[in-house]
């Protein structure tokens, strides 16, 4: 076992029962299961600083008490996060509607400017979130701009693709209003949500305050959470225009996903782009 990891283990007074077990997942940092004397933990390694990112996150999404299960972080230090292992389950028949209705009571918690007081990082890229008071400036500038450049420059985008999310961005102010921000997952794709005795558990977050829908964006990217989370979530309150909002607020993993895994993702921004346009102003 890596020394370091059992320097951080020993200051916690949690003495190691056997060796490490890989699990699942970990595409931004390797991921590891360890029994100890006073019961599992979950250790990630990643010799980048985005795990500071992901503790600070964890911890903020605990402190909002939304009602949804968020492991504890147990101790963060160099390449090394110890949390709390949650206990799995099958996903059971409420699930959906409880999640609505945590990430609903999430949402509730907003502050006047968009943004986070660190950067951190969406899977493997850095996420800067630099504060402004105006929503659709830091969707603009801190999401959709730099990653559309980003994959410009890789050749991911041509110039005609990469000049109208730039058009769709200068011109948010026409339609999206600007709203308080609100406390957000920021990576909350199916896979980072858990079902657990307790309830619906979120895990990996990329923390950050912006439009609500960004995380149902995120969630009904590669599937749909399903009715009962909606009839929760919205409780009436549907905006008019969520399928606009849907779009553009995929637009950001969309790159995000051509940037880290190459072409196959640009008909999906090509698709999510065009959805886009075919509203009127």
């Given at each position: 076992m890596d020394a370091s990891l059992e320097e951080l283990l020993a200051s916690l007074g949690l003495t190691p029962r056997g060796e490490l077990q890989a699990m699942a997942g970990g595409d931004s940092a390797t991921v590891y299961r360890l029994a100890t004397d006073q019961g599992?933990?979950?250790?990630?390694?990643?010799?980048?600083q985005r795990l500071a990112g992901e503790a600070d996150g964890l911890a903020a999404l605990r402190a909002a008490n939304s009602g949804?299960?968020?492991?504890?972080?147990?101790?963060q230090a160099g390449q090394w996060l110890v949390m709390e292992a949650l206990k799995p389950s099958s996903r059971g028949a409420g699930d959906a509607f409880a999640l609505g209705q945590g990430l609903r009571a999430l949402h509730a918690h907003s502050a006047a400017e968009h943004g986070w007081p660190r950067d951190n990082a969406c899977g493997l890229t850095p996420q800067p979130n630099a504060p402004l008071a105006d929503g659709r400036a830091f969707q603009r500038q801190r999401r959709l701009l730099p990653l559309a450049a980003a994959c410009h420059e890789r050749g991911l985008l041509d110039d005609g693709l990469r000049q109208r999310i730039e058009t769709l961005a200068e011109g948010?102010?026409?339609?999206?209003?600007?709203v308080p921000?609100?406390?957000l997952h920021g990576d909350l794709w199916s896979g980072n949500v858990l079902s657990t005795?307790?309830?619906?558990?979120?895990?990996?977050p990329a923390v950050n305050r912006h439009y609500p829908?960004?995380?149902?964006?995120?969630?009904t990217l590669f599937g749909s959470p399903g009715e009962a989370f909606f009839?929760?979530?919205w409780n009436g309150d549907a905006p008019a225009d969520w399928p606009r909002r849907e779009a553009l607020f995929q637009l950001y993993p969309l790159l995000n996903h051509l940037l880290l895994f190459g072409g196959g993702y640009r008909d999906g921004v090509?698709?999510?782009?065009?959805?886009?346009?075919?509203?009127?102003?």
């Open positions: 599992a933990v979950v250790a990630k390694r990643d010799d980048s949804l299960v968020v492991p504890e972080v147990l101790a948010l102010e026409r339609w999206l209003p600007d921000a609100s406390l005795p307790r309830g619906p558990a979120l895990i990996d829908e960004v995380d149902l964006a995120m969630l009839e929760a979530y090509e698709r999510a782009v065009a959805q886009v346009e075919t509203y009127q102003d």
